[in-house]
């Protein structure tokens, strides 16, 4: 029998009571995934447990924060990591300013009076251990992997208890845990104490089934022959030697422009004049100037061959 979890509201959401009602539910958003990935999110929504997903930049893994909470009308919190990323920014701040105003306009507050909810600052983190209208949310950490490691270490708190502590204020526990969503490109490993937390998942590149599958579902306006000749076209163009292979968000935008431009065919001319949708380093540009481009149209084309 399908997990409930009941609002605060009239509505109940309903987490996916199998791995392909999991399936079902992220593809009805146009998310396509492979059996292994529904398998992790469907133990990480049945079981409460943080997913932390690793993977090339482009491989899909915030999408996945995005379709889950758009499947289950919960509110996405995202917190953007950065080098430098500290508690404050994280949970909550106070707002000085308001407290200045508030001092001039009545000497005579005493200083508990200052550090209430009324002055504060609400960031992400804080955002998710509230009670939520429609259920908890789902909070996205994004790229985890550029924040360092102390920051590492304060997150164990708000993961393994789901709630964080103001010094002015105590400790705020989260009356529902939301559902959590890391992502890291793995530009650096993440601690080990912070992954035993969490279910953990390695998105890959798609093969060429499941990314034309995907590309049907995000840009069906174009013809199956050109949908087609995109992705063997990318998926040949990921085993080059480049700096940085094209995701399937590159596919999906790649296709979106080729479509603005009536192209209903690929050639090398049409290529090279979008190649800066699917690269981002003129590196990379470069070395499919000249034939470059037509020798992988070509390879692409004989992989299509019957």
């Known amino acids: 029998m399908a997990n409930l979890w009941a609002n605060r509201g009239a509505r109940v959401t309903i987490i996916p009571d199998s791995i392909d009602a999991t399936e079902t539910m992220l593809a009805g958003q146009g998310y396509v995934p492979n059996r292994a990935l529904a398998t992790v999110v469907f133990l990480s929504l049945r079981l409460g447990r943080p997913l932390f997903l690793e993977g090339e930049a482009g491989t899909g893994k915030t999408e996945i924060a995005k379709t889950i909470a758009a499947a289950l009308g919960r509110r996405l919190i995202r917190l953007q990591c950065y080098e430098g990323l500290d508690a404050a920014s994280a949970v909550a701040e106070w707002n000085f300013a308001a407290q200045m105003v508030a001092i001039r306009a009545d000497a005579g507050l005493k200083k508990t009076d200052l550090f209430t909810e009324e ?6 983190l804080l955002a998710a251990m509230r009670p939520q209208a429609g259920g908890a949310p789902v909070l996205l950490i994004d790229e ?10 304060f997150l164990l708190e708000a993961l393994s208890d789901f709630q964080v502590t103001i010094p002015e204020l105590g400790t705020i526990r989260a009356p529902e845990p939301p559902i959590v969503i890391l992502t890291s490109n793995r530009t650096r490993e993440v601690h080990d104490a912070l992954k035993r937390r969490c279910l953990y998942h390695w998105v890959d590149y798609p093969d060429a089934t499941r990314e034309l599958a995907i590309l049907q579902s995000r840009a069906p306006e174009a013809s199956n022959a050109l949908s087609r000749e995109v992705v063997a076209f990318v998926q040949r163009l990921r085993a080059e030697d480049l700096f940085k292979k094209p995701g399937v968000a590159e596919t999906i935008d790649w296709a979106k422009c080729l479509l603005a431009l009536d192209v209903i065919q690929l050639s090398p001319e049409v290529i090279a004049d979008t190649l800066g949708a699917i690269l981002k380093y003129q590196d990379d540009i470069q070395k499919l100037q000249g034939s470059e481009a037509k020798r992988i149209l070509d390879e692409a084309r004989q992989s299509l061959s019957p």
């Open 119 to 124: 002055f504060l600052i609400e960031r992400p």
């Open 144 to 153: 985890l992997d550029r924040t360092d490691e102390p920051f590492e270490a």
